[in-house]
């Protein structure tokens, strides 16, 4: 049975930070690309990071960049995201994804977690 569980969300004061977790289960983590995508009420989900199977690529969007860094442990089949220097517009649903793939396109996720919420106060 395959799954994705998100944690380390919460609540936090802008300027601060969070490290998300996402561990895998159920399929052959080392094949697989991860991402995270968030989604904020009234929104599409959208793009945050991804990072390749071997984890030597990784790529952000542009809103996250030199904020965030995603990285991944094998031996833990356990996606990070360090979230640095948070912003109220980052408060949103968290969610990561497994692909074959690394890309920035949500559909090519094969599997999803159930998200965890990040709530970033002014």
């Known amino acids: 049975q395959v799954q994705l569980v998100e944690s380390g969300g919460g609540l936090v004061q802008a300027g601060g930070s969070l490290r998300l977790s996402c561990a895998a289960s159920?399929?052959?983590?080392?094949?697989?690309?991860m991402g995270w995508f968030r989604q904020a009420p009234g929104k599409e989900r959208q793009f945050v990071a991804f990072i390749n199977w071997s984890g030597d690529t990784t790529d952000y969007a542009d809103s996250v960049k030199g904020r965030f860094t995603i990285s991944r442990d094998g031996a833990k089949r356990t996606v990070y995201l360090q979230m640095n220097s948070l912003k109220p517009e980052d408060t949103a649903v968290y969610y990561c994804?497994?692909?074959?793939?690394?890309?920035?396109?949500?559909?090519?996720?094969?599997?999803w977690g159930q998200g965890t919420q990040v709530t970033v106060s002014s």
């Open positions: 159920g399929f052959t983590f080392s094949n697989y690309a």
């Open positions: 994804g497994a692909s074959f793939i690394a890309t920035m396109t949500s559909a090519a996720y094969r599997y």
